[in-house]
């Protein structure tokens, strides 16, 4: 089953962000097992990057960390109509816009995963965001 991560849930394992570290990293671990098929678009990635080199304070400790996502994630690209149309929705989390159509090209489903964090912006996006795409 494949499954579209949000990049926070990214930004959550790696910056170790609590309290959304714990949910994070479970969907990492079923990615690692191949339980799922963990899909990050390519806007992910580049995003991703550029917010752990601020982290970081530079890019020589980025390129070893960005290397674990880009071997056990599949990378899905973003076309130009894709952005078009997410700016045509004007939804208030563009993110979730852009990989709206995203996951119908790519038949992309949703596992049964129940949310245990209370507050809807939990930043463990993934749990919230699998059962609203």
Known sequence: MKVLVDTNVVLDVFM???????????????????????CL?????????????????????????????AVFFSIVPVFDTTIVNALALRWNDFEDAVR???RTVLRISLPE???????PTSSACVLRTLSHI
């Open 16 to 38: 170790k962000r609590q309290p959304f570290y714990e949910d994070s990293f479970a969907v990492f671990q079923r990615v690692g097992k191949r339980d799922i098929d963990g």
């Open 100 to 102: 709206s159509p995203r």
């Open 41 to 69: 678009s390519s806007t992910s990635m580049t995003d991703i990057f550029y917010l752990l080199r601020k982290f970081h304070h530079g890019s020589t400790n980025v390129y070893p960390i960005m290397d674990d996502p």
């Open 113 to 119: 995963i129940k949310p245990t964090i209370k507050t």
